[in-house]
């Protein structure tokens, strides 16, 4: 066998790139990143699961004659897989330098990029989807981005952006508009006549429009960068065998079937790879090891589709977007009826994975990796398929894919043997087949359990039944006695009935199984079978009851609408002032074309190390012994790095209280804690040595949950309480008590950039340290404190980071101390980038609470008196949960006056990671018990939910629960607005309409007003400083004490320069925050950076413009340059520190009572939800929101976080759930397990609207804070989904009231909704009779 080898070629960016020994370990990313310092393209998670690292792949294809394009995942796709290809990244279609393309110039002026992190991938999942369709339509946008996340956006504003290249675009609505002329994809024509600021209407001064799309540069596909034709003109660079033989690993690239086969047979341990989906994640988060590859994509016989009477016969190596553009084909192609199985299979690849990971992943892949979620196996599985295995000597044997596999991801393949191909057959008229899948996210997420059922029918009566079930058992499972009893039975309700005995006996699950939600599942089971009988039954009888007709509809998804409307600026506002102008993002050039630097786009410094991290791996443990020395050993590791290098007093660390280890020494208190570091020469190398320090634990008892800690009296002092007035007499003399408790899960911030940082020794003790961090201050003191020396020689420095969320305020201090304390003691740089896994596994989450309250309340609704109890599961160290639960205890009045209270907040301490600051800081929690009380009482007393809300609202002056009076409240105003603009009573009216005719979908809708205060708990956090210098040719240099974290500080410190000092935008600049331009910054947090830092900001150039005020007035007409030069040449100072502390701010924490904020947000929304009753699954219909958020400062960045923290609390109550073990072992660890709202998500219809005429007088410019007010809108979906819940049981005769816990994630909508199929399960074993496979917090 011969071998062209170890010189692997392919073309970047349109330059040929030759790689002499390439090292099959490494992943096109890895080698984009770091050899060719293309840093564009992000890593965010690794696995294939967020689309940051998003590359175009071209490859010419002989078969086709022609070159196809594909939007890859660069983190999964080996690097060796490259040869012969064209890979374009981010970089190569467009620069701020020189011209941007029409996706980047987009997105960029659409507001679509907050923290930018992610914007590299969308811009190229977008242009690839250009490249492959010039006019595309919104349907295929939500393709192309069904595996790309987002954090900050809430995706309204790319997909804005997006939608102008569409054929849906209606244009810019000028006269002259060249859309309405017929012209594609814009026009760039700045003539068009449209007024700047979109729709204006003089007197109201309302504007509706964010952006200039007539100002757009067109696209001309013309334009683009051609394929190289050196590798059109020798197809064999994509023909020929290869190998590349690196330390490890050892890939081949066969050209024909009979070299793999060989290559099989002198390797049978050999991983045959495609996609590298499944290995790329096997190696990566399971650490297996493949010393040989065999990658068989040149193997014309496993890429090849043959069809013949029969059906389809697909080369195991096709890969699932070629089946599909196939199939679909196939299906136009023939009547409907012939094709039922593919229909079911592109109906399925729908919802299999993103775009990225279907352009790559082969069918052979999926079936021999024998998943028991595969989405494809249950298919193939009842579709009666059949496999061809082929050995090395060429024998070939055809196996039905029943009876394939033996037991968990194992089959009846022979180690030589190879998957040539899988047949599909077509279905007769007689032949009825669907597929199912329910999921947590119905975009690119793995099952909970899918299925295939197929029927074939004789007359009326069954002649053949096949049902398999994948997320049942080990492996997919054959629904065998159903299968056999329905033999013969006529299809009728009396076959419905003993089917689903016969399922539930076929597919038991136990209570400990993985996975857990083990009812759920079971039902599931059932409600597929239910949905395919009525399918199957509208199939023979040509009709179905209309109540019956809407649950076999999906969701579908229409391109969404939305609308946004805000108050534009006077218009003699003189031009080069851009306060309260929609102006874009200062840094969203550089983040869509890949410029902007993040802390791991630094370059590699001289010397530098990279820190393995050695984490804790039991709960609770008493550390025995740790031997580094066979990770020592590794070639390329230097150092380990653990509790032994720093003095005990040294070892503390933590935000406040100090109560954390740099290092664990002696004990464990959580999984996820640093024991050691392992420094090396490279990321993999660290990585690897790291895995070879050896832990030896002894067990301790753990505490997991908030209910082991009650149990166990496990909190932190100090209990929070508020009391006023006699509430035991309030609740006893009300005519109503109404009672009840909710848990509310925690929040993975899964902000896109992880954690990390560089630390740089220099001479006299100094450090730079580059830190992705919300508190470059608290990283100073933490280093300092940990190496022994002042603070005056530890720099740290955050130029911008891809997303924090609260999450980057204190939980980065522990590895920015470590990695301080590994350089120090090394003597050189140190880089530590945390892995997804370790990130998620390590950093904490939002609080997990438990709520109780009781009340006392008039026949009306009034409450009169109320009792809370909240209980917030704090993890293993105090961290910030003093001031989280602070929060919680005196936001659970949410919008409401609580005449006469008592309020408990305790602080469990659990064997979790450290729970912490998250958008919302406790208040979203505290507001949740409130409107869960709301929610109960309109209930309960069977009255309006609106009005009991209404009744209790808050008026002018009114006083908070620490008696703080409650101004300038606009609360009835935002929930007027909300309910006219939701046009409530006439959804309110349809969602009846739809509930009476439909019995398995119900619709829900609730309104929910809101009210947070603003301001830091602690007063002395309320200060904030900034640094701004004059130069002599007038320009500008800023410095704040604030982090930029994507939500727009600096554009809006940016436009505060220009109306205090007079000078165009171009004058400024902001280059980073370090803690050496202004020190003692508090974190980037509590929603107030812009109040303080533009107040700051103000406060400087105030003292400049007084000092230039002299030579102004000396020459009035003259530049800015010329008073600045003749304030030089006077020896006037041009540099100036600003500073801004909050007013007003009286709460005392002994007394608990006075003023803690320095004024409130207000706000509503409206939500109408859909769910499907029997899988609980649900849509989004409509979101209304309304915000007061004063006079807006930049209501583009603005109408950004609210659609942004709508989307992140959607996830919070309806989507994201952590998983944790009973041993406290986080199951939620990446993208794969952990969903955070996708595209797919967002309302089908979402509007904004800014109150208009507010102002305020507390902040600058009469703006208001944005960041963490409007997160809460989003639990208006949540109690819409509980009006649907309540619909559904309903209709069931069940009236009684019911628990549903946050988040409502379709396991708990499914069995809140009770019904004739939740009632055939068998009753669940007792809690503490078996060990549940997951616990919630
Ligand atoms: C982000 C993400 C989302 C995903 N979503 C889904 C989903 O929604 N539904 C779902 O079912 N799966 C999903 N998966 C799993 C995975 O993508 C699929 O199983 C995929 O089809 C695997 O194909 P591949 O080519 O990438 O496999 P590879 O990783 O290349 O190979 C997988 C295994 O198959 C073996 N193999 C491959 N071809 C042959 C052959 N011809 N003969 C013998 N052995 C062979 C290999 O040796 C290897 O063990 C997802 C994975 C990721 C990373
Ligand atoms: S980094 Fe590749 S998909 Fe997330
Ligand atoms: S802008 Fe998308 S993750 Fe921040």
């Excluded at 082969?362 to 998943?371: H, P, V, Y």
């Excluded at 100094?766 to 100073?780: K, L």
């Excluded at 219909?1181 to 989307?1207: C, H, K, T, W, Y």
Aim: aromatic share 8%; glycine share 8%; net charge neutral.
């Amino acid at each position: 066998m011969e071998h062209k080898e170890d010189e692997l070629v392919f073309f970047v960016n349109g330059k040929k790139v030759s790689v002499a020994s390439p090292d099959p370990e490494r992943t096109l990313l890895s080698f984009l990143r770091d050899k060719l310092r293309l840093t564009g393209t992000k890593l965010v998670c690794g696995e294939g699961g967020c689309g940051a690292c998003t590359v175009m792949v071209s490859k010419y294809r002989p078969d086709l004659k022609r070159v196809v394009h594909l939007s890859v995942n660069a983190c999964l796709m080996p690097l060796c897989a490259a040869h012969g290809l064209a890979i374009t990244t981010v970089e190569g279609i467009g620069s701020s330098k020189t011209r941007l393309h029409p996706v980047q110039e987009r997105l960029a002026k659409s507001h679509g990029s907050q923290c930018g992190f992610c914007t590299p991938g969308i811009v190229m999942s977008m242009y690839t989807l250009l490249r492959n369709k010039p006019l595309p339509d919104m349907q295929d946008i939500e393709t192309y981005m069904q595996g790309n996340l987002c954090r900050c956006t809430g995706y309204r504003a790319i997909l804005d952006g997006f939608k102008t290249l569409t054929s849906e675009f209606k244009g810019c609505g000028a006269k002259n508009c060249c859309q309405l002329n017929g012209q594609e994809n814009g026009c760039g024509d700045a003539s068009s006549g449209m007024p700047e600021n979109g729709v204006y209407l003089e007197e109201e001064r309302v504007g509706t429009d964010l952006v200039d799309s007539h100002k757009f540069s067109p696209y001309d596909p013309t334009q683009e960068a051609i394929f190289p034709p050196e590798l059109m003109l020798q197809p064999e660079w994509a023909t020929q065998s290869m190998r590349f033989v690196g330390p490890r690993v050892t890939w081949y690239r066969p050209a024909s079937l009979q070299e793999l086969l060989d290559l099989k047979a002198t390797h049978p341990e050999a991983k045959l790879v495609n996609g590298n989906t499944e290995v790329g994640v096997e190696v990566k988060f399971k650490h297996c090891e493949y010393p040989v590859i065999i990658n068989p994509s040149q193997v014309q016989e496993l890429t090849s589709v043959t069809w013949d009477q029969a059906g389809v016969t697909f080369g195991a190596a096709s890969t699932l977007s070629d089946i599909e553009q196939e199939l679909h084909t196939a299906i136009s192609q023939h009547p409907d009826w012939k094709t039922r199985v593919f229909s079911a299979i592109t109906e399925m690849l729908r919802w299999f994975a993103g775009t990225q990971i279907r352009n790559v992943s082969a069918i052979g892949g999926n079936i021999m990796t024998g998943s028991p979620i595969s989405d494809l196996v249950p298919l193939l599985m009842s579709a009666d398929s059949q496999l061809t295995l082929v050995t090395s000597s060429g024998k070939r044997r055809t196996v039905p894919i029943r009876g394939f596999y033996t037991s968990y991801r194992r089959n009846v393949a022979q180690p030589d043997e190879v998957l040539l191909s899988v047949t599909v057959p077509f279905t007769a008229e007689n032949e009825f087949f669907m597929g199912y899948k329910q999921a947590h996210r119905r975009d690119d997420d793995i099952a909970i359990v899918n299925a295939g059922i197929f029927v074939r029918m004789r007359g009326e009566t069954v002649e053949t039944f096949r049902a398999t079930y994948g997320g049942m058992a080990p492996t997919a499972a054959s629904a065998t006695k159903t299968e056999q009893a329905l033999i013969g039975r006529t299809w009728d309700e009396s076959l419905l009935n003993s089917a689903i005995d016969l399922l539930l006996e076929d597919l038991p699950l136990d209570a400990s199984a993985p996975g857990g939600m083990v009812e759920y599942r079971r039902t599931l089971t059932i409600s597929f079978f239910f949905k395919f009988f009525l399918q199957t039954t509208a199939w023979l009888t040509g009709k179905l009851d209309k109540e019956n007709a809407s649950v076999l509809e999906t969701f579908h998804r229409p391109a969404p609408a939305s609308s946004q409307l805000f108050q534009v600026v006077p218009k003699n506002q003189p031009v080069h002032d851009l306060v309260g102008r929609p102006v874009t993002h200062v840094s969203a050039l550089k983040q869509v074309t890949g410029e902007a630097q993040y802390c791991d786009d630094i370059p590699s410094l001289e010397d530098e190390l990279h820190a393995g991290l050695v984490l804790s791996c039991r709960a609770h443990a008493r550390i025995i012994s740790v031997d580094a020395d066979k990770a020592l050993r590794e070639p390329g590791a230097t150092h380990f790095i653990s509790a032994k290098d720093l003095e005990p007093e040294k070892n503390r660390t933590g935000p406040a209280f100090l109560d954390e280890e740099v290092f664990r020494a002696e004990k464990v208190t959580s999984m996820g804690q640093i024991i050691g570091i392992v420094l090396a020469c490279d990321r993999a190398t660290a990585q690897r040595a790291a895995r070879k320090v050896k832990v030896t634990y002894e067990e301790l008892h753990p505490i997991i949950t908030i209910e082991d800690a009650l149990r166990e009296e496990s909190f932190f002092a100090p209990q929070q309480q508020y009391e006023h007035g006699d509430v035991d007499a309030a609740i006893t003399a009300s005519p109503h008590v109404v009672e009840g408790s909710v848990r509310m899960g925690g929040q993975e911030h899964f902000y896109l950039e992880p954690v990390g940082c560089i630390a740089v020794p220099k001479e006299d003790n100094e450090m730079e340290v580059f830190a992705s961090t919300q508190c470059p201050a608290g990283t100073q003191m933490n280093i300092a404190r940990a190496l022994g020396v002042p603070a005056n020689r530890i720099v740290c420095k955050a130029k911008r980071l891809g997303g924090g969320f609260g999450g980057k305020e204190s939980r980065t201090f522990c590895l920015s101390t470590a990695v301080a304390v590994a350089a120090n003691r090394s003597g050189r740089p140190v880089r530590a980038i945390l892995e997804r896994d370790e990130d998620m596994a390590s950093t904490g989450t939002r609080h997990p609470f438990l709520g109780r309250y009781r009340a006392g309340v008039t026949r009306q609704g009034k409450v009169n008196g109320v009792e809370m109890w909240l209980f917030a599961n704090g993890g293993y160290s105090a961290d910030l949960s003093v001031g989280v639960i602070s929060r919680a205890t005196t936001s659970c009045d949410n919008a409401y006056c609580l005449p006469t209270f008592r309020i408990d907040g305790k602080i469990c301490f659990t064997n979790t990671p450290s729970n912490t600051a998250f958008r919302g800081f406790g208040g979203p929690q505290g507001c949740f018990l409130a409107e869960t009380m709301m929610d109960d009482i309109a209930n309960q007393l069977h009255l309006d939910p609106i009005e009991v809300r209404r009744l209790n609202m808050y008026h002018e002056a009114e006083l908070s629960i620490t008696r703080q009076p409650v101004l300038h409240v606009t609360l009835e105003r935002c929930l007027d607005e909300c309910i006219r603009r939701s046009e409530y009573q006439q959804a309110k009216e349809e969602v009846e309409k739809f509930n009476s005719s439909n019995r398995w979908k119900k619709r829900g809708l609730a309104v929910i007003p809101n009210k947070y205060g603003i301001a830091f708990g602690l007063e002395f956090l309320n200060q904030g400083g900034a640094l701004v210098h004059i130069y002599r040719d007038g320009s500008v240099l800023v410095t704040i004490g604030g982090v930029e974290i994507g939500q727009g500080l600096y554009t809006k410190c940016y436009q505060t320069v220009t109306r205090a000092l007079g000078v165009p935008v171009e004058s400024v600049y902001i280059s980073e925050t370090s803690t050496d331009k202004v020190p003692n910054a508090v974190p980037t947090a509590a929603s107030m950076s812009t109040d303080l830092y533009c107040a700051a900001v103000l406060d400087a150039c105030e003292q400049l413009r007084q000092r230039l005020a002299p030579f102004r007035q000396a020459s009035p007409q003259a530049a800015f340059q010329h008073w600045v030069n003749a304030a030089y040449m006077q020896r006037v100072s041009l540099s100036a520190c600003g500073f801004e502390k909050t007013r007003g701010l009286t709460y005392n924490p002994e007394s608990k009572t006075g003023a803690m904020f320095a004024y409130y947000v207000y706000g509503a929304a409206c939500s109408v939800v859909e769910i499907d009753c029997l899988t609980g699954d649900h849509q989004v219909l409509r979101a209304d929101i309304v915000m007061d958020i004063g006079e807006s400062l930049n209501p583009a960045i603005d109408i950004g976080q609210i659609e942004g923290a709508f989307m992140q609390g959607y996830g919070l109550f309806c989507m994201e759930r952590l998983k944790y073990s009973p041993k406290g072992f986080n199951y939620t660890r990446g993208p794969g397990a952990y969903k955070i709202p996708g595209f797919g998500d967002i309302p089908l219809q979402l509007n904004v609207s800014l109150l208009r005429g507010t102002s305020n007088p507390r902040a600058v410019y009469s703006s208001k804070a944005v960041g963490e007010p409007p997160l809460f809108c989003a639990a208006s979906v949540f109690f819409a989904i509980k009006e649907a819940i309540r619909a559904a049981r309903r209709q069931q005769g069940v009236e009684k009231p019911f628990d549903l816990h946050s988040p409502a994630t379709p396991d708990r909508i499914r069995m809140a909704c009770q019904d004739t199929l939740t009632d055939k399960l068998p009753p669940s074993p007792a809690p503490g009779s078996f060990v549940p496979w997951m616990v919630d917090l």
